[in-house]
Each structure stands twice: as structure tokens, then as C-alpha cells.
């Protein structure tokens, strides 16, 4: 089976703007998570998606929203982007509800805001 | 004070020592993930516990509930072990989302 998959791997962007990202899970599951990893903040959870509904949200601003279509694929955008929110964002996924699946994770995306 | 809590931050070891990092938290969980993750930044899960002990391999994994602590051993380490291990927790309260210590950047030296 392939693995999880983001895209794009790299991105700049610039102050003001906004961006979207994909995540592509595993075949046949259908949690999604989102992540934030920064050197300061270390790793810290953005949202979870379960059937195309969020069941759980980290603590970050309402810049930062997602999304699951219904064939378990994801998407997170943050608008209005700011100098902080340069970070690798990772996605994992799990084969059924999040607390009691092993997650596999992707790549990352990383993200550069200039 | 960090809801999770890893020691050491940094260990250095020579090639075919025994590792121990541990992990503390501070909330009730319903489970406790260890992962890795190798410079580039891909994560790989490890284990998942919820009680007791798991193995694969060279890795094994403890957890005490009621002192809530676990550790993470590496017998017969290996260059290729080194990585940043980090433990997360899921709270059994509330929402059960992730939370992820500081990690423990482990470097294994022939």
C-alpha cells in the first residue's frame, strides 16, 4: 500500500498571503490529522477529521481551518499568513477512530513565510 | 510545568550501548505513543500503549499507569537509531487530541 502522501513537500510564500495543503492517507482510512511542528513549540495537533467531519481542534487561531472530502483526502489552509507560521506541517493518518488506531504519518509539508 | 515531560533532551552513545528515554506526564490518558523522527522530518510511530510492555525488535516500550511514566529502551543501539524520539500522550478526558513532549535527540556513534 502507499503511504500517506503531502503536497506540495515545499512552499514559499510571503506575508499576507494565503496557502493550502494536501494530504492524501492511506488507502481505506479515514481519520486525518494535522500537525504543526515548529523548533519553539516543538509538535502540536491542529485538527483531527473522521468522515469528513472535525471531531477535534488544537488551540490556534481561526487563520487556520480544514477540511475532508469523501474519499478521506485532506486539505488545510491557513489565510493571511504570518512570519510564525513558518513550520513543518505534518498529516497522519489512521484506520478508523483516532484514539484507538496507530497513526502513519506523512512527509510533511514545509512551509517558508518570508 | 509541560503536561509531558521526555528526559534526557540530548543522550549521545557509542554503537551497541543500552538507551533508556523516558517519559512523564501529568494527565489521565487513554494511550501513549512513542515515535521517531529522522533529520528531513518524517515520523514514524513506534509504539502504542495503553498498559504493560510491547517489543519489536530492538525497542521496547513500558508504561506505568499509576506513576504515570513510560520508557523507551534501545538494546544493542546502532548509528541508524539515531533520531529525535518523542512520546505523546492522549488525554482520556475532554478530547482525546495528541499532546507531544519536547523530544529526545538521540545520536549513536560507531
Known amino acids: 500500500k502507499a503511504g500517506v502522501t503531502q503536497t506540495p513537500r515545499y512552499l514559499i510564500k510571503t506575508r499576507g498571503q494565503q496557502v493550502t495543503l494536501s494530504c492524501s492517507p492511506i488507502s481505506g482510512h479515514r481519520s486525518v490529522s494535522w500537525y504543526q511542528q515548529t523548533p519553539g513549540q516543538g509538535l502540536q495537533f491542529l485538527f483531527e477529521?473522521?468522515?469528513?467531519?472535525?471531531?477535534n481542534k488544537g488551540n490556534f487561531p481561526g487563520r487556520f481551518s480544514g477540511r475532508q472530502f469523501s474519499n478521506s483526502r485532506s486539505e488545510m489552509n491557513v489565510s493571511t499568513l504570518e512570519l510564525g507560521d513558518s513550520a513543518l506541517y505534518l498529516c497522519?493518518?489512521?484506520?478508523?477512530?483516532?484514539?484507538?488506531?496507530?497513526?502513519?504519518f506523512g512527509p510533511g509539508t514545509r512551509l517558508t513565510v518570508l | 510545568k509541560n503536561e509531558v515531560e521526555q528526559s534526557p533532551q540530548n543522550l549521545t552513545a557509542q554503537e551497541g550501548e543500552f538507551i533508556t528515554i523516558n517519559c512523564s506526564y501529568s494527565v489521565g490518558i487513554s494511550a501513549l505513543h512513542w515515535l521517531q523522527q529522522h533529520p528531513g522530518g518524517g515520523i514514524v510511530s513506534l509504539f502504542m500503549l495503553s498498559s504493560g510492555k510491547k517489543k519489536h525488535g530492538r525497542l521496547i516500550a513500558t508504561i506505568n499507569i499509576q506513576e504515570k511514566h513510560s520508557s523507551l529502551h534501545i538494546t544493542a543501539s546502532h548509528p541508524r537509531d539515531s533520531a529525535v524520539y518523542i512520546c505523546a500522550v492522549r488525554r482520556s478526558y475532554n478530547t482525546d487530541k495528541l499532546i507531544f513532549g519536547t523530544g529526545t535527540r538521540l545520536q549513536v556513534f560507531p
Open positions: 497522519a493518518s489512521s484506520l478508523g477512530a483516532f484514539s484507538y488506531n496507530e497513526q502513519f
Open positions: 477529521y473522521f468522515s469528513e467531519t472535525q471531531r
